[in-house]
């Protein structure tokens, strides 16, 4: 009963660190083509593993160790909302959090479902 106890214990924590679900307001840009990027867009950014990804947008396409940033953009034409999903390619995060995201001397980058390249500025820095 003991061993049955300390094994439940140890899944719940494994379960409860693994995943990050942070929202920061950030600027971010993508590739419009190689070379040339949009101007930057303040929106929200939801920072998660890839495992809660798949489990918040019905997908498959993510590993648990992936990092992913998500932008949900409302629009008021549609009836649904388009989420850009960002597979984090920089590397050296960590664990998605305030300190991990906001205390950085460099953007984030990474590349979105669709193969688009986007660069994600938590701070002011990024200018």
């Known amino acids: 009963?003991?061993?049955t106890i300390t094994?439940?214990?140890?899944?719940l924590l494994i379960t409860v660190n693994?995943?990050?679900d942070y929202t920061q307001t950030c600027n971010v840009k993508y590739q419009l083509t190689p070379g040339t990027w949009s101007d930057y867009i303040k929106v929200?950014?939801?920072?998660?593993?890839g495992s809660e990804v798949n489990t918040k947008f019905y997908?498959?396409?993510y590993n648990?160790?992936?990092k992913c940033a998500c932008i949900v953009w409302a629009d008021n034409k549609v009836t649904e909302n388009k989420v850009t999903i960002i597979k984090l390619t920089t590397t050296g995060l960590g664990e998605l959090n305030h300190d991990t995201i906001n205390y950085r001397s460099y953007p984030l980058e990474g590349d979105d479902q669709d193969g688009k390249a986007w660069i994600i500025c938590p701070a002011k820095n990024c200018f």
Do not use: E
């Not at 094994?7 to 899944?11: E, P, R, Y």
């Not at 929200?44 to 593993?49: I, N």
């Open 1 to 3: 009963m003991k061993k």
């Open 7 to 11: 094994a439940f214990l140890c899944l």
């Open 18 to 20: 693994v995943y990050a």
């Open 44 to 49: 929200d950014v939801k920072f998660m593993t």
């Open 59 to 61: 997908t498959s396409g």
């Open 64 to 66: 648990s160790s992936d």
